[in-house]
């Protein structure tokens, strides 16, 4: 591995380690994500899976299992992203989960070039669609 290759690397650890933190502020009980939007080394945008601004922080309902209407960790970075000045256009999203379908639409949208991200999902369909259209998805390990 050369050196640009191993500080890319060291670089692509630290947002993932980053992003874990981050998924602590998410108030789910069965899984805690978190996402980073990174530009030319900044970070640009975050989010955490949760519920939608106004909802009550409860994320499983009665039974365990995840609220409909609980946003994913990419959904809510892409979304602040959009309401900002900034474009993602190029960026990194860093997410400590794979993408799922839906928010991999959205990563697709956002001119999102590159995805890294650390624990599988229960299904590859968000992975297979981002490498479908030339996204470099690479998963590492923490």
Same mark, same amino acid.
């Given at each position: =591995?050369?050196y640009?290759?191993?500080k890319q690397?060291? $670089?692509d =650890?630290?947002y993932?380690? /980053?992003a874990k933190v981050w998924a602590?502020n998410?108030?789910?009980i069965?899984r805690?994500v +978190?996402?980073l939007?990174?530009? !030319?080394k /900044?970070?640009? *945008? !975050? +989010?955490? %899976? +949760?519920t939608p *601004?106004?909802?009550? %922080?409860?994320?499983?309902?009665?039974n365990?299992?995840t609220? #409909?209407?609980v946003?994913h960790?990419?959904?809510n970075?892409?979304?602040k $992203?959009a309401k900002s000045? %900034?474009? +993602?256009?190029?960026a990194?999203l860093?997410?400590?989960?794979a #993408?799922?379908?839906e928010?991999?639409?959205l990563?697709?949208?956002?001119g999102i070039?590159?995805?890294?991200y650390? !624990? !599988?999902?229960? *299904?590859t369909?968000g992975?297979e669609? $981002?490498r479908?259209?030339?996204?470099?998805v690479?998963?590492v390990?923490l």
């Amino acid at each position: =591995m050369g050196y640009k290759e191993e500080k890319q690397r060291q $670089l692509d =650890m630290r947002y993932i380690r /980053m992003a874990k933190v981050w998924a602590e502020n998410s108030y789910c009980i069965r899984r805690q994500v +978190g996402a980073l939007v990174v530009k !030319d080394k /900044m970070i640009i *945008s !975050d +989010g955490y %899976n +949760g519920t939608p *601004s106004g909802f009550e %922080n409860v994320c499983e309902d009665e039974n365990n299992k995840t609220k #409909p209407y609980v946003l994913h960790a990419e959904a809510n970075a892409i979304t602040k $992203l959009a309401k900002s000045s %900034n474009s +993602g256009e190029g960026a990194t999203l860093y997410v400590t989960a794979a #993408p799922c379908i839906e928010c991999s639409k959205l990563i697709i949208q956002a001119g999102i070039k590159r995805v890294v991200y650390c !624990d !599988d999902y229960h *299904s590859t369909d968000g992975i297979e669609l $981002l490498r479908r259209i030339g996204i470099n998805v690479e998963q590492v390990q923490l």
